[in-house]
Every structure is written in C-alpha cells, then in structure tokens.
T-cell receptor, first 116, second 113 residues
Framework: ETGVTQTPRHLVMGMTNKKSLKCEQHLGHNAMYWYKQSAKKPLELMFVYNFKEQTENNSVPSRFSPECPNSSHLFLHLHTLQPEDSALYLC???????????????FGPGTRLTVL | GQNIDQPTEMTATEGAIVQINCTYQTSGFNGLFWYQQHAGEAPTFLSYNVLDGLEEKGRFSSFLSRSKGYSYLLLKELQMKDSASYLCAVRARRNTGGFKTIFGAGTRLFVKA
C-alpha cells in the first residue's frame, strides 16, 4: 500500500464509450503523474501536474484528457479510444519537483484497460 | 530525437555485484531516472541523477556521465528479491518549453542462487 489508490482496477470499454480513470493520493504530495504501460513497449510518461498545473504532456493524443482539480486527485478522461490504447495506466504522486531535482514518486496499482 | 539503450536481460548470482548500463542520446538533457519494476507490479523509483558522478543509496548506486551520455545502476550484495526489470529514463527540455521524459525498454535482471 503506497498511499496512492486508483479506480477502477480493471475496465473494459468499447471504442465509442466515454469513461474516466480516477487516482487519489493520501500522502500530502503536490505533483501527480499519468503513465501508460503497454505489453512489450517501454513505459510512457503521459502527463505531469505540479500544484494542479500541467507541466508535461508527452505528445499524448487528444482522446486522453487529464484533469487535476486539486493536489490529491487526478483523472484521465477517455473517449473514442482505439484497441491499441489497451494497456495498464499507472498514476503516481510526489512532492513537486524543480528544474534540476526530482522527488521520489509513489505509484498506484494501476488500471488495466481493455478497449474492444 | 531521443534514443535510450540498455541491455535486454542480465543474469547474476546471489551475493554478487551487477552493473546495468544505459546510454542515451538527447538534446536538452535535464536528468536521468532509474526505476525498479517487479513483474505484475508498479515501478518503484530508485534514483534521479542530474550531475556527473556516483550517488549511493544503500545497496544501490547510480552513476552519470553527461559528456558521454552514459549512466549505470550498480547493485551490490544481490538478493533474490532483486530479480526485476530496471528502467532507465531520460528527462529533457523541450525546444518549445517544458520537459519530456522518455523510457528505455528496461533490463530484466535474473538473480540465481
């Protein structure tokens, strides 16, 4: 138990559905992250939020829409996904990082997403 | 563009020392991460190197040479529980502002008795 929870743990959706992934951290952190891990592909950092502001967007398609209403919650809104978007989506949190420093990230257990 | 290379697999013996190398090519280099990931689990942050040199943290140490585009993760007194994938990732500044982080494919380490 890392103090980072994700719901749902498993999700199956059709390509025309709209769904949202939720992440919540109970560690008093102020930075949050979304990662994608596909089978046989490198881990991909999708988005970074520091103090609710998006500071990194690694060329993620617009069918993935993040939302960070406060420092404890992070959402990933999904719409018109493709089968190749099936993957494990991991959330992490940390203390906010500066230009030349990076604080330890704590990961949630992930949401296993399957797009049919 | 960015390119990160690390060996696909390594095998080492319990109690030994193993060095996992990572080479990278990128512009706007800011820092380099190492993560550990056991099968079926989320990654665990190990280190973030910004400056050249060796940083030690218990049995694990991470080294960076910015001029050579090279890093390594050193694991001492190997234990069976160290069998995992080790991910190298590079953080770099974008030309348009902000940062991007790219991961290598990971090195699967097998520790045998």
């Amino acid at each position: 138990e890392t103090g980072v929870t994700q719901t749902p743990r498993h999700l199956v959706m059709g390509m025309t559905n709209k769904k949202s992934l939720k992440c919540e951290q109970h560690l008093g952190h102020n930075a949050m992250y979304w990662y994608k891990q596909s089978a046989k592909k490198p881990l991909e950092l999708m988005f970074v939020y520091n103090f609710k502001e998006q500071t990194e967007n690694n060329s993620v398609p617009s069918r993935f829409s993040p939302e960070c209403p406060n420092s404890s919650h992070l959402f990933l809104h999904l719409h018109t996904l493709q089968p190749e978007d099936s993957a494990l989506y991991l959330c992490a949190s940390s203390q906010a990082s500066g230009r030349d420093s990076y604080n330890e990230q704590f990961f949630g257990p992930g949401t296993r997403l399957t797009v049919l | 563009g960015q390119n990160i290379d690390q060996p696909t697999e390594m095998t080492a013996t319990e109690g030994a020392i193993v060095q996992i190398n990572c080479t990278y090519q990128t512009s706007g280099f800011n820092g380099l991460f190492w993560y550990q990931q056991h099968a079926g689990e989320a990654p665990t942050f190990l280190s973030y190197n910004v400056l050249d040199g060796l940083e030690e943290k218990g049995r694990f140490s991470s080294f960076l040479s910015r001029s050579k585009g090279y890093s390594y993760l050193l694991l001492k007194e190997l234990q069976m529980k160290d069998s995992a994938s080790y991910l190298c990732a590079v953080r770099a500044r974008r030309n348009t502002g902000g940062f991007k982080t790219i991961f290598g494919a990971g090195t699967r380490l097998f520790v045998k008795a």
